[in-house]
Each structure stands twice: as structure tokens, then as C-alpha cells.
T-cell receptor, first 114, second 115 residues
Framework: AQTVTQSQPEMSVQEAETVTLSCTYDTSESNYYLFWYKQPPSRQMILVIRQEAYKQQNATENRFSVNFQKAAKSFSLKISDSQLGDTAMYFCAFWMNRDDKIIFGKGTRLHILP | SAVISQKPSRDICQRGTSLTIQCQVDSQVTMMFWYRQQPGQSLTLIATANQGSEATYESGFVIDKFPISRPNLTFSTLTVSNMSPEDSSIYLC????????????FGPGTRLTVL
């Protein structure tokens, strides 16, 4: 069975700093997708960034980028120039075609401090 | 991206009663999902609801407790039956749109408290 592990339950950084959230996963499949979702306090879950496993190039979305290490089964999220609005719960997630459902990690609660 | 609404946004219910949660999408989607999220915790998939077929339930969830309807491509309901305080949670629906590279779009959630 596929698993997703986020080893950092909670993190705090100062505004404008860079922060990296860790995620590892376990699968025997070669074709899958990885996601980072953001859930702000009392607000809706939204997708931050997506990575296709067959792509070697790391995905980037403005201040958000990933470090995808397929052999190590690692998928970390880097947030540059962090802003107060980045305060949220961040979930790493895994999807593959065979199961056709997303598996979520337990989440990392990120606090951006003024 | 899909716009998803849920009703009610929150409710407080008595033990032993049932609550039906509605999920409405602004576009036609094939796959809809229902999740449960304990406060501050991760999401647990309850079931996958495809239009025109019976919902597929995950281990630990049964149809008698969580009946789901999917009458068309834009709407679904989840009923939490014979509620107990352990059912207090946030219930979220999500959808997967065609050509969205398996991205799921989430509704705002329904916060349920069972007394």
C-alpha cells in the first residue's frame, strides 16, 4: 500500500524567510503524481503545486518549488520569501492511476511570524 | 477550476439523528469524493461517488452509516446516520475534473458537532 509521511508536524519561520517542508512516500509504482495542498485556517483546501513522476524537472509556481527525488522517494516543498498568508496546514499527497484516489500525509502546520 | 459549494456549512446535531450534507459543483464532473477530517488532522477518504454507479467505500466506512447519492454529474449527498459524538468532524467533498492531471478541487467543508 502507498504511504505518505510528513515528519514535521509543525514549523514556524519569520516573514520573508525561506522554509522547506519535508515529505517522503512509499510506492512500487513508477508512474504517479505528487501534490502539495494548502489549507488555511478555516478556509478551503487548494492545490499549491503538482509534480508528475515521469518528469525530472522540478515543478515551480511563483514562490513555491519542489525538490523531487524519485529514487529517494522524497518530495519537499520550498516556500521562498514567505508571507503571512502562507500560514496554513500543508498536506503532501500522492496519486496513481491504479487506485485513482489521493493519499494524504498527516500535514505540517506552518506558522509565518511577523 | 471547479467551484464547489456545500450545505450546511456547519451543524450541531443530537446523538442518534442523521444529517445529509449536500455538495454542488458548477460544472459536470465524473468523480466526486467524500472525506472526513478531524480538526487539525489529515483527510480520510470515506468513499468515491461516480454518477450512475454505486459509491465505493473505503475500509472502515459502510453504506448503512454513510449512504451517498449521486443523481447527476453536478450534485452529491452524504448522509451521516445514527450519529454519535465520534462522528463530530469536518466533512469535505471534492471533485476531479477531466484533463486536470488528477488534481482534486475541494468544497469548503461541513463542520459537524454531535452532542
Amino acid at each position: 500500500a502507498q504511504t505518505v509521511t510528513q515528519s514535521q508536524p509543525e514549523m514556524s519561520v519569520q516573514e520573508a524567510e525561506t522554509v522547506t517542508l519535508s515529505c517522503t512516500y512509499d510506492t512500487s509504482e513508477s508512474n504517479y503524481y505528487l501534490f502539495w495542498y494548502k489549507q488555511p485556517p478555516s478556509r478551503q483546501m487548494i492545490l499549491v503545486i503538482r509534480q508528475e513522476a515521469y518528469k525530472q524537472q522540478n515543478a515551480t509556481e511563483n514562490r513555491f518549488s519542489v525538490n523531487f527525488q524519485k529514487a529517494a522517494k522524497s518530495f519537499s516543498l520550498k516556500i521562498s520569501d514567505s508571507q503571512l498568508g502562507d500560514t496554513a496546514m500543508y498536506f503532501c499527497a500522492f496519486w496513481m492511476n491504479r487506485d485513482d484516489k489521493i493519499i494524504f500525509g498527516k500535514g505540517t502546520r506552518l506558522h509565518i511570524l511577523p | 477550476s471547479a467551484v464547489i459549494s456545500q450545505k450546511p456549512s456547519r451543524d450541531i446535531c443530537q446523538r442518534g439523528t442523521s444529517l445529509t450534507i449536500q455538495c454542488q459543483v458548477d460544472s459536470q464532473v465524473t468523480m466526486m469524493f467524500w472525506y472526513r477530517q478531524q480538526p487539525g488532522q489529515s483527510l480520510t477518504l470515506i468513499a468515491t461517488a461516480n454518477q450512475g454507479s454505486e459509491a465505493t467505500y473505503e475500509s472502515g466506512f459502510v453504506i448503512d452509516k454513510f449512504p451517498i447519492s449521486r443523481p447527476n454529474l453536478t450534485f452529491s449527498t452524504l448522509t451521516v446516520s445514527n450519529m454519535s459524538p465520534e462522528d463530530s468532524s469536518i466533512y469535505l467533498c471534492s471533485v476531479e475534473q477531466p484533463r486536470s492531471y488528477n488534481e482534486q478541487f475541494f468544497g469548503p467543508g461541513t463542520r459537524l458537532t454531535v452532542l
